[in-house]
Every structure is written in structure tokens, then in C-alpha cells.
């Protein structure tokens, strides 16, 4: 098996890995996971969700997102500054395109290549991750 095929398969096991921990979560409208990977290792996770203490109702009563609502991407980089590793050089897989927000943790946490699976209808975060010159991926999670 060449190495290009073998990272393909690596990718495919940690999108679905981020897909599995996205159940975690307790928002209704959209359940989001991700895994942050370093040297084959998943040195952080998250899933999208209000913060540590506070109710797990992540809408209101109009279905709307609340405005303190983490993203699994914040929760995984948030995860890393309170443990002994860091995401230096790692990769992050991600079920859904990064927002713009998350997309600046991201450069801001030294993650190089950043593997998603669902398409978010704004694409600014994936823009600004390409400008930083991080790799971004896309699979298409329904062939997973």
C-alpha cells in the first residue's frame, strides 16, 4: 500500500472517529465533532456545546443557536491548553468546515492541515486557513 493511499485510509478512520464523537453532543441542530492528531495520536477532542456549567441546551426557545455555544473545534484547541500537549504540526479532522472564528484558533494553535467533512455554507474560514498556507481536505462524509 502506498503511503498517499494509507493517509487517504488514516483520514477516512479519524473523520469517521469525529463523527462518532459529534453524537456527544447535546445541540439539536447540528451535532459537530473533532479530533486533533498528532504523530498518530489523538491528543484532543471536542464537540460543539455551551461551556463547562452550563446548561446543555445549546438553542433557544426559537431553534436558534445560542451566542455562547463553543464549536467542537474551539472545545478540541480549547482541551489542549489545559493538558501537557500541544497541537504543533498536527491535523484536525473535523465533521463540519471551520467558521471563521475557529479557523484563527486553528492558525493561532500551529495545526498545519485541517481534514473536514461536511461543507459549510460560508467558506471564509477554509479561505483564511489556505491564505495561512495550511493544508485543508475535504471528504465527502457520505462516502464514509
Known sequence: ????????????????????????????????????????????????GTPSGFENICEDENNITKPYVLHAEANAITKLARSNNNSEGSTLYVTASPCIECAKLI???????????????LSDGIDLLKRAGITVEFIDVNTL
Open 107 to 121: 492558525i493561532q494553535a500551529g495545526i498545519k492541515r485541517v481534514v473536514y467533512g461536511e461543507q459549510y455554507r
Open 1 to 48: 500500500m502506498e503511503s498517499n493511499e494509507k493517509q487517504r485510509n488514516l483520514d477516512l478512520r479519524y473523520l469517521r472517529m469525529a463523527r462518532i464523537w459529534s453524537e456527544n453532543s447535546y445541540c439539536q441542530r447540528r451535532k459537530v465533532g473533532a479530533l486533533v492528531v498528532k504523530d498518530k495520536m489523538i491528543i484532543s477532542d471536542g464537540y460543539n
